[in-house]
């Protein structure tokens, strides 16, 4: 998963840029206070921090995020490979790519410095289609990648290993190539565990959907209808209304669910069954829309399904 180590800033070009707690983009200017926030094509400076460690291994010097003049750094992202126009979400931001690299000037003050500059090669530069706050530690990613699912099994048999978990497994088979499970976290029905994890997950940005695994029925112990609640911004009831209609047609059992579904912040939450088979079932009914439901919140699409030029 590729995030952002640090968000940079200066009030002057061509300097070195120090790192700041968090940075808020303007939408079609740049990062708030930066020098380089002129509504340019080049309102943003992205570089990874790969690029700078294969610097600090030709110099031999230790060399911070910021060296280079580049507003944020990355990591686990290949920057310099990315074709200009391509759309990048980081953290609520949308970008698009318009510049690979760029003229180091002669009396640049990190040339002087370090020797060398490796923005010219590896740096790239953007504009901001949408702006918003930016924290070390957020994610980012191209907007057209593949949906970003996050699993969280909620059983207390599960975690204390008394039961081995099958729907992992269920879920990773029947998505197979069309998402990319980027974790998975096996929890008690523990309302507050369960509740703090999915917030993390989604306040960094981490994934586009969370699906949640047990914990909708009629126990005591099942509480992830309500840590759910607990932490979204918005419902999104016709998910949960979908998957019981169409369990409804397999079993009566399928009105005793009480699952729910919601947005917070750009990230999906859906509370699917403990059961692996009733997993697939309500994957095989929603799946068809989440494409599209994914684009709508990276903010690559409009509810008509219009791309953003």
């Given amino acids: ?34 020098a380089h926030a002129d509504g340019s094509h080049r309102q943003l400076s992205l570089l990874a921090r790969e690029s700078i460690e294969k610097m600090e291994k030709e110099s031999g010097m230790t060399l911070g995020n910021g060296v280079f003049a580049e507003n944020l750094t990355t990591r686990g992202l290949s920057l310099h490979t990315l074709p200009v126009g391509t759309k990048l979400c980081a953290g609520p931001c949308l970008l698009e790519v318009t510049q690979i690299g760029k003229e180091c000037h002669s009396d640049c003050a990190i040339k002087q410095k370090v020797g060398k500059c490796v923005m010219p090669s590896e740096g790239i530069f953007c504009k901001i289609l949408r702006g918003g706050t930016l924290k070390p530690g957020q994610s980012i990613w191209c907007a057209d990648d593949l949906p970003r699912v996050f699993l969280l099994v909620a059983s207390d048999k599960a975690s204390a290993g008394i039961r081995k978990d099958g729907c992992e497994k269920a879920v990773r088979e029947f998505v197979g190539d069309k998402c990319e499970i980027t974790d998975c976290q096996i929890l008690p029905d523990e309302r507050r565990a369960i509740a703090d994890c999915m917030a993390d997950v989604a306040d960094n940005y981490a994934a586009d959907f969370i699906f949640t695994c047990g914990g909708t029925g009629f126990s005591p112990r099942d509480v992830t209808p309500e840590a759910t609640l607990d932490i979204v ?30 947005i ?25 829309a989440l494409s599209h439901g994914c684009q709508v919140l990276r903010g690559a699409a409009y509810e008509c399904g219009k791309i953003i030029k």
């Fill in 1 to 34: 998963m590729a995030v952002i180590l640090s968000i940079n800033s200066s009030e002057k070009k061509g300097t070195v840029k120090l790192s700041q707690r968090d940075g808020r983009l303007v939408a079609a200017k740049g990062l708030e206070g930066d």
């Fill in 233 to 262: 911004d918005r419902e999104a009831p016709g998910i949960a209304e979908a998957m019981r209609a169409y369990s409804l047609k397999i079993t009566p059992h399928a009105m005793l669910s009480r699952a729910r579904a919601g």
């Fill in 264 to 288: 917070r912040k750009q990230t999906l939450i859906v509370n699917l069954p403990g059961s692996p088979k009733a997993v697939c079932e309500c994957l095989e009914v929603i799946t068809p």
